[in-house]
């Protein structure tokens, strides 16, 4: 399917993706729960924040999804052709109720470089750094490092691709809260995932 995007059928792609996102969260009995629905997206075929928003607000409506429970993702390993146009993407966003967050932190173009430029309300760590934390000193510490880094930023730390409760316990122990992966519930079609979090962690929404 996204070998089959191009710049010709991008936008349109980005459009009904966030449609289906929606649509399909309602559906699954978002509404009857607390959680946020987090939708990623391609900041190259937004050619207009604020044009481009409006058929995802027109959804929204429709479907009773209140908007300041969507999160806007976008991800560090989509080439930014324009860093300045997504920052202001992501300002726009910020400024509608949105929240933002950058997807695969650590593991994609410009890195942080592009974290330089703006900040979104929440970083995720992509698996690479996560997996087998708890026995690797070099990303223990490249974590950590990113930690303090969060904090002195204000940005929420989510750690993915987290598998098994020592990785857990390694990134409690780093003092992130926030995880997913499948340690905390599998991805399913078109339903919501019942979460199992062990101990004091919470799920990523």
């Given at each position: ?29 978002i509404l009857e729960t607390g959680a946020r629905l ?110 303090r880094m969060a904090e002195a930023l ?52």
């Amino acid at each position: 399917m996204l070998a089959q995007v191009t710049a010709d059928n991008r936008y349109a792609f980005d459009q009904q993706c966030r449609v289906k996102a929606i649509e399909t969260a309602v559906r699954s009995g978002i509404l009857e729960t607390g959680a946020r629905l987090s939708i990623n997206f391609l900041p190259n075929a937004v050619y207009s924040p604020k044009a481009c928003i409006q058929l995802t607000l027109k959804t929204a409506a429709a479907t009773g999804f209140p908007t300041e429970r969507l999160i806007f993702e976008f991800t560090e390993q989509e080439e930014m052709a324009d860093p300045a146009h997504v920052a202001n993407i992501v300002a726009t966003y910020r400024a509608m109720g949105f929240g933002t967050a950058l997807d695969d932190f650590g593991a994609g173009h410009a890195g942080l470089g592009l974290l330089a430029r703006f900040q979104p309300d929440m970083l995720k760590l992509d698996m690479e750094l996560i997996r087998d934390i708890d026995a690797s000193l070099p990303r223990r510490v490249i974590v950590e490092g990113v930690v303090r880094m969060a904090e002195a930023l204000g940005l929420t730390l989510i750690a993915e691709g987290v598998e098994s409760e020592a990785e857990l316990e390694a990134l409690r122990g780093l003092g992130i809260r926030y995880v997913q992966g499948y340690l905390i519930a599998r991805p399913g079609f078109e339903v919501l995932p019942v979460p199992a979090v062990p101990g004091r962690a919470k799920a990523a929404a």
